[in-house]
């Protein structure tokens, strides 16, 4: 009952509400330029090598940190250093996706690359902002709610782009789709423009200061041996849920799972249990901490991907199909809502942009890099003990854990350089 008296009291704040609202913005691209638009070319009979390529569009997702000091440095001359340059991305984004619906993939597939990429880039650049922008809003007690909301109103936008976007693509043109898509963005906008901008604490005056600070002041911060540890950390905490994730579709279909099955359970019931999962892990990271909720979270979603385990021995079965899914799932979601919250807490208002988007880009290693042979590596062990592995996977960054977030130790909100006790609170280990 307290979870659910917390997220109602959430869901009434402003603060939360914009968060809502710009984490449905950050949402809305991604599909429309990856499994959506795939679906658009395969309709339209364009070779499957080429849109096997077209995962390449993703790039500026994992570069991103290269112009993020950019975004911390300057200030567009309208509504704030965050939530100007957020209003322009997202008018940028909606221009863009809006002209997808006038491409035509069979006829000028150089013209949809480009459009893709522009897309690309500029959602990339909008998840900058949103991030130094929750970093900088978000005081401590309220990370793990805004962490789980802001998951909430991205996954919804997925939701749209993918599931809802397939659907539509059935009745109405691919071009009608994109548009609607393109529309749907002025919920980001509405929610900027709601939003107040967060208070400046000694902005960076040179893109020196904003290239080179954010780097030595995490570490000078940290320590050099905990920061390395830190960073190590961000690359294995997620890795056996990056396992699981990048076979499990291909496992579900061999194991006699139709696509209908698949679409329906695991991206509809699936995305609906993250997204509780991620909403329950935020209200009670709120009540345990950020270090508790490291531990038990991520033991919670280790142990999750042995329900693919059982799935494994069982066969195909629809009840064992939906509690695998589910479980999986939700463990997930809480262990995104301890993870997100923990690498905001890392981050210093004055580079926020810049720290954040260099500590996300490290989770790309595990995500893109690290889970490359897994495919290989469940065609030599099977289906079962590549499961079994996956969970062995996820413990390296659990036991990473006593270094830097040890169970008996909280993390307190302390003023850091450039802050007064009555500004922003921060976060840091003492």
Same mark, same amino acid.
């Given at each position: 009952?307290?979870?659910?008296?917390?997220?109602?009291? *959430?869901?009434?704040?402003?603060?939360? $509400?914009?968060?809502?609202?710009?984490?449905?913005?950050?949402?809305?691209?991604?599909?429309?330029?990856?499994?959506?638009?795939?679906?658009?070319?395969?309709?339209?009979?364009?070779?499957?090598? *080429?849109?096997?390529?077209?995962?390449?569009?993703?790039?500026?997702?994992?570069?991103?940190?290269?112009?993020?000091?950019?975004?911390?440095?300057?200030?567009?001359?309208?509504?704030?250093?965050?939530?100007?340059?957020?209003?322009?991305?997202?008018?940028?984004?909606?221009?863009?996706?809006?002209?997808?619906?006038?491409?035509?993939?069979?006829?000028?597939?150089? =013209?949809?690359?480009?459009?893709?990429?522009?897309?690309?880039?500029?959602?990339?650049?909008?998840?900058?902002?949103?991030?130094? &922008?929750? $970093?900088?809003?978000?005081?401590?007690?309220?990370?793990?709610?805004?962490?789980?909301?802001?998951?909430?109103? &991205?996954?919804?936008?997925?939701?749209?782009?993918?599931?809802? $976007?397939?659907?539509?693509?059935?009745?109405?043109?691919?071009?009608?789709?994109?548009?609607?898509?393109?529309?749907?963005?002025? =919920?980001?906008?509405?929610?900027?423009?709601?939003?107040?901008?967060?208070?400046?604490?000694?902005?960076?005056?040179?893109?020196?200061?904003?290239?080179?600070?954010?780097?030595?002041?995490?570490?000078?911060?940290?320590?050099?041996?905990?920061?390395?540890?830190?960073?190590?950390?961000?690359?294995?905490?997620?890795?056996?849920?990056?396992?699981?994730?990048?076979?499990?579709?291909?496992?579900?279909?061999?194991?006699?799972?139709?696509?209908?099955?698949?679409?329906?359970?695991?991206?509809?019931?699936?995305?609906?249990?993250?997204?509780?999962? *991620?909403?329950?892990?935020?209200? =009670?990271?709120?009540?345990?901490?950020?270090?508790?909720?490291?531990?038990?979270?991520?033991?919670?979603?280790?142990?999750?991907?042995?329900?693919?385990?059982?799935?494994?021995?069982?066969?195909?079965?629809?009840?064992?199909?939906?509690?695998?899914?589910?479980?999986?799932?939700?463990?997930?979601?809480?262990?995104?809502?301890?993870?997100?919250?923990?690498?905001?807490?890392?981050?210093?208002?004055?580079?926020?942009?810049?720290? &954040?988007?260099?500590?996300?880009?490290?989770?790309?290693?595990?995500?893109?890099?690290?889970?490359?042979?897994?495919?290989?590596?469940?065609?030599?062990?099977?289906?079962?003990?590549?499961?079994?592995?996956?969970?062995?996977?996820?413990?390296?960054?659990?036991?990473?854990?006593?270094?830097?977030?040890?169970?008996?130790?909280?993390?307190?909100?302390?003023?850091?350089?450039? *802050?007064?006790?009555?500004?922003?609170?921060?976060?840091?280990?003492?």
């Amino acid at each position: 009952m307290y979870i659910i008296r917390s997220l109602l009291q *959430t869901f009434r704040s402003r603060k939360m $509400a914009v968060i809502l609202l710009v984490g449905f913005s950050s949402g809305m691209p991604l599909f429309l330029t990856s499994k959506t638009l795939q679906a658009w070319m395969t309709v339209e009979n364009v070779d499957l090598s *080429t849109i096997g390529l077209f995962s390449l569009v993703g790039l500026p997702y994992s570069l991103k940190f290269l112009w993020s000091p950019f975004l911390d440095r300057f200030a567009l001359p309208l509504l704030g250093r965050r939530r100007g340059w957020l209003i322009t991305l997202q008018i940028g984004l909606l221009l863009a996706i809006a002209c997808m619906g006038l491409q035509q993939p069979k006829q000028a597939l150089q =013209l949809l690359v480009i459009n893709a990429l522009v897309i690309s880039f500029l959602s990339a650049s909008q998840d900058v902002v949103v991030d130094a &922008y929750r $970093a900088d809003v978000l005081k401590p007690l309220e990370m793990g709610i805004g962490t789980a909301v802001y998951v909430t109103g &991205y996954r919804i936008a997925l939701l749209l782009a993918g599931a809802l $976007a397939l659907i539509l693509a059935d009745i109405v043109s691919w071009s009608v789709v994109y548009f609607s898509m393109a529309g749907c963005m002025v =919920l980001g906008i509405l929610g900027t423009l709601f939003a107040q901008e967060p208070e400046e604490l000694n902005p960076p005056t040179s893109i020196k200061e904003a290239v080179i600070l954010p780097f030595g002041e995490f570490f000078q911060r940290q320590g050099l041996f905990q920061g390395f540890l830190i960073l190590l950390f961000i690359i294995l905490y997620k890795l056996g849920d990056a396992f699981l994730n990048n076979m499990s579709t291909s496992f579900l279909l061999q194991t006699g799972f139709t696509q209908t099955d698949i679409g329906t359970i695991q991206g509809g019931m699936g995305l609906i249990a993250t997204i509780i999962g *991620t909403l329950a892990g935020g209200a =009670l990271l709120s009540q345990i901490g950020i270090n508790r909720s490291l531990w038990i979270f991520g033991i919670l979603q280790a142990l999750s991907n042995l329900s693919y385990l059982v799935l494994a021995s069982v066969g195909k079965n629809y009840q064992f199909l939906l509690a695998a899914i589910n479980i999986e799932n939700f463990c997930a979601g809480l262990g995104t809502a301890a993870f997100v919250a923990f690498l905001m807490s890392l981050c210093e208002q004055r580079f926020s942009a810049t720290q &954040y988007a260099l500590l996300s880009s490290f989770i790309a290693v595990s995500r893109d890099i690290l889970v490359a042979p897994a495919g290989a590596l469940a065609k030599i062990t099977g289906w079962s003990f590549f499961f079994v592995i996956s969970f062995f996977a996820a413990l390296p960054g659990i036991l990473l854990l006593p270094f830097f977030a040890p169970w008996d130790q909280q993390l307190v909100a302390i003023p850091r350089p450039g *802050t007064t006790d009555q500004g922003q609170d921060s976060w840091d280990t003492k």
